[in-house]
């Protein structure tokens, strides 16, 4: 099956706060999981990524947790700020083919 | 450096006309992929061509169809246009040959009337 589940379809956080999307995938040919931010009328902008032999990855305040058996993946973000309000986007990779398959989005709004 | 551009920005096309879509990938890049993005939705994987071959084709009609030129650059091409083709077109451009980062150009905005 390939899909990728996103939660929550939108998110409300404080600035400050902690932001975290999750992602789930049935697929275990999935080789590489990315996350993406869309700002209105843009197209997505790579974030951050893991490969599956990686538990965790953090580049400043973005961190990606991966948890290969249950076949989860999040994105924390960090300290959010009113400019990180965007709609966030995991995706996967099909192994041998750079297919990704997107998951259906989050909207985040930080308050400021 | 020049990231990933598409023309034209906005396109207002008829139901049946057909439509063309144009990608430069990032110089050096070699992999052009093409999806579709629905509003509210995630993006679609349509095509994938890495060195002028098609390498992955994902389920839509052929309608659609696309090609790679010897610079890398990459058209989209659309025949007999229906309403639900109305869409955010996205070229992404990748290194190929294992790496996986791909980014992704403006898009174009298709609306079909």
């Known amino acids: 099956q390939q899909q990728v589940k996103q939660s929550p379809q939108s998110l409300i956080v404080q600035k400050g706060g902690i932001s975290i999307i999750n992602c789930a995938y049935e697929n275990t040919a999935f080789d590489y999981f990315p996350w993406y931010q869309q700002f209105p009328g843009k197209g997505p902008a790579l974030l951050i990524a893991i490969r599956p032999d990686v538990s965790e990855k953090k580049e400043g305040r973005f961190t990606i947790s991966f948890n290969k058996s249950a076949k989860q993946f999040s994105l924390h973000i960090m300290d959010s700020q009113p400019g990180d309000s965007a709609t966030y986007f995991c995706a996967a990779k099909d192994s041998g083919t750079y297919k990704y398959i997107f998951g259906t989005g989050t909207r985040l709004k930080v308050l400021a | 450096d020049a990231g990933v551009t598409q023309s034209p920005t906005h396109l207002i096309k008829t139901r049946g006309q057909h439509v063309t879509l144009r990608c430069s990938p990032i110089s050096g890049h070699k992999s052009v992929s093409w999806y579709q993005q629905v509003l509210g939705q995630g993006p679609q994987f349509i095509f994938q061509?890495?060195?002028?071959?098609?390498?992955g084709r994902g389920n839509f009609p052929d309608r659609f169809s696309a090609r790679q030129f010897p610079n890398y650059s990459s058209e989209l091409n659309v025949n007999a246009l229906l309403l639900g083709d109305s869409a955010l077109y996205l070229c992404?451009?990748?290194?190929?040959?294992?790496?996986?980062?791909?980014?992704f150009g403006p898009g174009t905005r298709l609306t079909v009337t």
């Open positions: 992404a451009s990748s290194l190929g040959a294992g790496s996986y980062e791909q980014y």
């Open positions: 061509y890495y060195e002028k071959e098609e390498r």
